[in-house]
């Protein structure tokens, strides 16, 4: 059998998998006071994710249109002078091309925080080289055990955004530059490519493969 015979029968079989995948919600949900939610809904999507065998990307089962990503950062004597932190952004298996680990590079804080976030900057950067590349994305799936990420891109960041990324005592927000970065490059995906983003927070052992490139890193 060809290799174009057996490319077509994959995308058959995966279009027919696909089939009855549920409307989109709007790309931003507005509350009354203009909230933005970057919550990924298990209820309408599922957390069952398949290998795309065109693209070699994972995307819900329930939605072709989606890609899903886990983001790992991860840091060495966390909290000392001696600190080094690292991290890992895992596409699938076979996407050699996107999937990602290194060091979080000096003077940028060396904490598993920090890292947690500079994995996310990674991963949207890749999001983007997907775009250009022409892929028709509608959904990103962001897989992380981090709640400081998850919460901070789909709670904490709208009221930091209103008060210039300080806090209730008027400082800074730690990582609010980086925090305030991630905000602008997920507005872009959001209200000019119509590419929804949400946060799936799971347990440490669910976000193995992304945990493992990042410490992979040191080595």
Not at 31 to 52: C, M, V
Not at 113 to 123: E, S
Not at 158 to 185: C, I, M, Q
């Amino acid at each position: 059998m060809s290799r174009d015979t057996t490319s077509a029968r994959r995308r058959r079989k995966l279009s027919r998998r696909l089939q009855g995948a549920p409307q989109r919600p709007p790309v931003l949900t507005k509350s009354p006071t203009q909230k933005y939610q970057r919550l990924f809904s298990p209820e309408l999507y599922g957390l069952k994710a398949i290998n795309d065998p065109i693209s070699g990307l994972r995307r819900l089962l329930t939605d072709p249109n989606s890609i899903v990503v886990a983001v790992k950062g991860t840091c060495r004597h966390n909290g000392h002078e001696n600190a080094i932190a690292s991290y890992g952004v895992y596409f699938a298996e076979d996407a050699y091309h996107l999937n990602e680990n290194g060091i979080v590079p000096f003077p940028s804080p060396q904490t598993s925080q920090y890292a947690g976030l500079f994995a996310m900057i990674k991963a949207l950067d890749r999001v983007h080289q997907l775009i250009i590349g022409g892929e028709n994305l509608g959904q990103v799936v962001v897989k992380t055990d981090s709640q400081y990420l998850a919460r901070g891109m789909k709670e904490w960041i709208l009221k930091w955004s209103r008060n210039g990324y300080r806090n209730f005592r008027g400082k800074p927000v730690v990582n609010g530059r980086a925090f305030k970065y991630l905000h602008e490059k997920m507005m872009l995906l959001e209200q000019e490519y119509g590419i929804l983003v949400g946060f799936c927070e799971v347990q440490k052992k669910d976000n193995e493969r992304a945990g493992r490139l990042a410490r992979e890193a040191f080595y």
